[in-house]
């Protein structure tokens, strides 16, 4: 009995940093997005590579919390943090020309 209270407040504390990483992720998504449409230096460029860092940092972060394995979603939360990071540090780094 204690190991299945133990293993439902485990699945508790993953799902709660799981939602409190979403927040933060959508926040930063919108205000980078804004930036984007704006071509603004900081609130684009500057934010999106910090949603690309965090983005890696937390979806690595929940991947050894969970154990879960490799899966669909892991990719996906990983894919789109790198080509952040890469196209905006590579391809699109001379188009934020506002400050």
Not at 15 to 41: P, R
Not at 53 to 65: E, N, S, Y
């Amino acid at each position: 009995m204690a190991n299945a209270a133990s293993a439902i407040s485990q699945g508790a504390g993953v799902l709660l940093v799981s939602l409190i990483l979403f927040v933060i992720y959508a926040t930063l998504l919108i205000v980078s997005g804004i930036g984007y449409i704006g071509q603004k230096k900081i609130l684009g460029q500057r934010v999106g590579c910090i949603y690309g860092m965090i983005g890696i940092a937390g979806t690595v972060l929940v991947l050894l919390v969970a154990k879960t394995g490799i899966g669909i979603g892991t990719i996906i939360g990983l894919t789109y943090p790198i080509l952040t990071l890469v196209l905006l540090n590579t391809t699109f780094k001379e188009d934020f020309v506002n400050p």
